[in-house]
């Protein structure tokens, strides 16, 4: 692999998965890429070392600004099969039982704020601008944009952002509830880990059960949602994790929590 090769690279620290994004200086997505994102996130979700998950970039510069508007498809044929892909890969990532923490930087706009929608929490350095520039080029936020975005911030301001295809600074993007955490330039990425290996350390069960029925419920309603809570709880509270947590509790310790997946009766959320 060369150097300045366009790649994702896939990297631990302790139990946190770190996805890098590498196509400097800002980090425009290539086909390549997102085939390459979809399949870390196959394997990440096959993982019971990796508890948690940080999404960044090489650059300072930006998460990604999305694709090259010099390789967009050209053809209904070729603009089917790239959308396809890059939904798969975005599908992939937001299915990792893992929770997943982005880190939003320099201009992240158009499918590279698309890709940071996936993520269970958004963190955003105070310097950066956000925005889905799409429609400005005769194009459209297609890669989740208008699906995600509405249920995160609302529909009202999810229009804004993508019919007037406008940035929006990330104070904004604070007060929007589009990112939960602002740092100073240069330390986003210091404090995606910092909450991943937050996370990391709760039980490994009720983090994947948890995330799981907030994405049941967002994608299936709120009847499967509900259906969702009460199949997942039924196999955590009868896990290892809960029984330390309601004992550590009790006699005033921290827990100990092993992070067991499988539950006495077998069940594996």
Known sequence: MFPN?????????????VIRLVNPPLNPLTNGMRTRLREIAEAVTTREDIRAVVLTSGSPGSLSVGSDIKGFPTTPESGREVSADE??????????????????????????LELSLVADIRVAEDTTVIGLPEVKVGVFAS?????????????????????????????????????????????GEAEAMRIADQL????????????????????????????????????????????EGVRAFIEKRPPKFTHQLTTPEGSNI
């Open 5 to 17: 090769e366009a790649r994702v690279e896939l990297s631990t620290v302790g139990a946190v998965g």
């Open 143 to 187: 890669g989740g944009g208008t699906q995600r975005l509405p249920q995160i911030i609302g529909a009202g301001r999810a229009r804004h952002l993508l019919l007037l295809g406008e940035p929006i600074d990330a104070a904004t993007a604070l007060s929007w509830g589009l990112v939960t955490a602002l740092t100073p330039e240069g330390r």
């Open 87 to 112: 939904h798969a890969a975005y599908d992939a990532l937001e299915n990792m039982p893992q929770p997943l923490v982005a880190v939003i930087r320099g201009h992240t706009l158009g499918g590279g």
């Open 200 to 243: 990391a350390q709760l039980p490994q069960l009720s983090m994947r059960a948890t995330k799981h029925c907030v994405n049941t419920g967002l994608t299936q309603g709120r009847s499967a949602g509900r259906e969702a809570e009460i199949d997942c709880i039924a196999d955590v509270y009868g896990s290892a994790d809960a029984s």
